[in-house]
């Protein structure tokens, strides 16, 4: 039984006072139509329509039931009305979250772009570099950059970043270029984490993976910050590649172990797996996805 329907029948029923004048509304036969009340009085374990030859009477328990589903049948068209009109012209809230230096440097030009051609819908941008529970934070979009995705997220690839590892000119001249990621262990590195991080390093030898613990004074959950002091000579550090960019322009980094690095990491735009993806979350990624991989 599709309760939707047998409640719109009951509705129906209820306001014509007749199975008969339904049943023609709706050209079916007769027996269709109080079969379908007759299988929702069941379902409910109560009469809901008091029957004689000549009228219909709701009981109590019908009139009762008839207001509330009215109130979930008005709703249900308000809902339906409300997406259609949203596919006309998205509209609405979305929130999403960011990572700090990969949004503020790639995503917010695309981000503000989207702003000025969607007036009707509200951006709430968290910058951060922790990763977020799109739950618990009620977010309806996360940008990650990773390597591994979680089972059962819904995804969309929007692009890809190379991690490299970079030291300043100045600092191989004094301290000697690393030529394997197991020299590492004797250079001042300059470690990012966060709250799940460890100080390993990880590189591809030979098709085997390697994982290289490194030591170093300066611990921040920031690329550009350690970035900056590698530039200054302070160590080495390991960074993706949109972060590295303008300090190996401009001559004030190197990459090093290049022969070593692991495949590119994946930037995904994350959803939720337990919600319903709106439009205007949907037209969001396409935006983004155009933007980031063009051509594709």
């Known amino acids: 039984m599709d309760k939707l329907d047998a409640m719109q029948t009951f509705v129906r029923v209820a306001e014509a006072g007749s199975f008969i004048a339904v049943a023609n509304q709706l050209q079916v036969a007769r027996s269709v139509v109080t079969r379908q009340v007759a299988a929702l009085e069941k379902h ?4 809901l329509i008091t029957r004689s ?19 979930i049948l008005n709703m249900v068209d308000a809902a339906e009305s409300s997406l259609a009109e949203e596919k006309a012209v998205p509209r ?12 503020l440097q790639e995503l917010m030009p695309a981000l503000l772009d989207f702003a000025q051609t969607q007036p009707f819908i509200e ?6 570099d922790q990763r977020a529970n799109l739950i618990e934070e009620g977010l309806d979009l996360s940008i990650r950059i990773t ?7 819904i995804v969309r690839k929007l692009g890809q970043c190379r991690l490299l590892t970079l030291a300043s000119p100045d600092y ?13 262990r004797q250079h001042e590195c300059l470690i990012y984490a966060s709250d799940t991080a460890v100080s390993t ?19 921040a959950n920031n690329g550009a910050a350690l970035t900056e002091g590698a530039a200054r000579g302070m160590g080495i550090t390991r960074q ?23 495949a590119p990491l994946g930037i995904y735009a994350v959803l939720p797996s337990n919600r319903y993806i709106p439009h205007r979350v949907s037209v969001l990624i396409e935006h983004l996805a155009r933007v980031l991989t063009p051509g594709q």
């Open 240 to 262: 993706p590649d949109f972060i590295a960019a303008p300090y190996l322009a401009q001559g004030r980094v190197r990459a090093v172990l290049q022969d070593f690095e692991n």
């Open 147 to 153: 390597a591994e995705l979680q089972p059962g997220d």
């Open 123 to 128: 951006l709430i941008m968290d910058l951060s």
């Open 201 to 219: 390093w990880s590189y591809r030898d030979k098709g085997q993976t390697l994982q290289v613990p490194v030591r170093g004074r300066i611990v």
């Open 44 to 47: 409910l374990g109560t009469k």
């Open 172 to 184: 191989l001249a004094q301290h000697g270029e690393p030529r394997h990621p197991s020299d590492l």
């Open 53 to 71: 030859t000549r009228s219909l009477t709701l009981t109590a328990a019908g009139s009762a039931y008839l207001e509330k589903c009215r109130l």
């Open 92 to 103: 609405g809230r979305i929130r999403l979250g960011l990572p700090l230096t990969y949004g």
